[in-house]
């Protein structure tokens, strides 16, 4: 453990024996004690220098510091040690955890994954701005007096658990700080809920008075896809980030007609749908957009089309084929973007990348595109970008299986995603 700090050329050193309040050992001579009694860190470092000494130390040890004597527990419960601090119980045994709950004045975030941490927290005095419930599988009851008591400060909320209880929670409870909401799990309620059960509740104050400019929501199930699509539409003014998990196919063109409102949006994440075009020259503002990819093969998706009523003949299966190529990156969607990641699971990498590259006029303002999918087609993204796109970044975030090659014989240009160390590679054109 090191005891010491260096100010300027003078090393000042804080023995076990100042710090727990003991004598010194007989064999310290007595000048030498004496000497570094007077040396108290305390009363010579500045307190800015101790402040920042002090964010260095884990919650759980700042508390065991506080409580050594007064002086020490006045530093170590300033606010301006405590502001910055993000307690993750899995980073720390229970008992640390329900230790700093209980002495904090303050903290920037709290993972709650239990009720026993959550009562604590009702029954402490500190502060909390940003909550996260995403493992929290206890008493709703809760979780909803843990929200309601910090409901006026809360910048952050993650909830991963929704019902049609927690979801009025939420629509009766004011949240003037709230910033940035995610809403993950799917509803384990029979209850059906509605678009209309929200839709009225869930309204659109203008931009003036809604504060939320981040949401993320995943997982959503039939049951809980129209609230979300009353809850984007509320917000459609002020959201500048939005993050929206698979959707079924039912819904999944009145949440993108939702998300086209949003006029403000910089940053978009969405699956991959043939609904797409939906919001094409909708959302000027958009500057990064992410897309994962979870598609079929051109003869499955033949196939599925007979399965739907759709007669394929040997006339119009081209143009079936290609109208699904030509939807894989919809261009009104382009212009002005800087980021582009491209999430290739499950799909013919070779389709995506040639929609990139016919769509290379439209991407004047790309800086940066990021390519995810297994290893094997690194060779061919990069040569396909570089011929197209030389003024871009290529970022290429490869899953390696070549460990998987073996059992694989197909040799159709279908990649299939496997788990496997992951390899980053920058390439810089």
């Not at 929290?136 to 909803?144: F, G, H, N, V, W």
Request: negative net charge; contains cysteine.
């Amino acid at each position: 453990m090191n005891n010491g700090w260096q100010l300027g050329g003078q090393l000042v050193v804080l023995t076990a024996c100042q710090t727990r309040g003991h004598r010194p050992p007989r064999s310290v001579a007595a000048s030498d004690s004496a000497a570094r009694f007077k040396m108290d860190p305390l009363q010579v470092l500045p307190k800015e220098i101790l402040l920042r000494l002090f964010r260095t130390v884990s919650p759980e040890d700042l508390v065991t510091l506080g409580q050594l004597n007064k002086p020490w527990r006045s530093l170590a419960r300033d606010p301006e040690i405590w502001k910055d601090v993000e307690l993750e119980p899995d980073h720390c045994t229970v008992r640390d955890a329900v230790r700093v709950i209980r002495s904090a004045p303050k903290l920037k975030s709290l993972e709650l994954d239990s009720e026993e941490l959550a009562e604590q927290l009702l029954q402490s005095n500190t502060e909390v701005t940003r909550l996260d419930f995403y493992k929290y599988e206890d008493s709703p009851d809760t979780l909803k007096k843990v929200v309601r008591k910090f409901a006026d400060r809360l910048e952050s909320l993650e909830l991963g658990s929704l019902s049609p209880d927690i979801l009025d929670f939420l629509v009766e409870t004011e949240f003037p700080k709230l910033h940035s909401l995610t809403l993950s799990g799917s509803s384990d309620d029979d209850e059906v809920i509605s678009a209309s059960d929200y839709s009225g509740r869930w309204q659109d104050r203008g931009p003036g008075h809604s504060t939320l400019r981040e949401l993320a929501l995943f997982s959503v199930d039939d049951e809980l896809a129209p609230a979300m699509i009353s809850l984007i539409t509320a917000h459609r003014h002020t959201l500048a980030e939005l993050e929206v998990g698979y959707i079924n196919g039912e819904h999944e063109e009145q949440m993108l007609q939702a998300v086209s409102q949003c006029s403000g949006l910089s940053r978009l994440t969405l699956f991959w749908s043939d609904a797409l075009h939906v919001l094409s020259h909708k959302l000027p503002s958009l500057r990064s957009l992410e897309l994962e990819y979870i598609l079929e093969d051109p003869a499955l998706f033949l196939l599925r089309a007979r399965q739907q009523g759709v007669e394929v003949t040997f006339d119009n299966r081209e143009d079936l084929t290609r109208e699904l190529r030509q939807d894989l990156l919809p261009a009104g969607l382009l212009p002005g973007l800087e980021e582009l990641r491209l999430e290739l699971t499950c799909v013919d990498v070779n389709q995506v990348v040639n929609a990139v590259v016919r769509c290379a006029p439209h991407l004047a303002a790309l800086r940066t595109l990021t390519v995810s999918a297994s290893s094997r087609w690194s060779d061919v993204v990069s040569r396909a970008v570089a011929a197209a796109l030389p003024h871009v970044k290529l970022v290429l975030d490869m899953v390696d299986d070549s460990e998987d090659d073996s059992d694989d014989d197909s040799d159709d240009g279908s990649s299939v995603y496997e788990d496997g160390d992951v390899d980053v590679v920058l390439v810089k054109f």
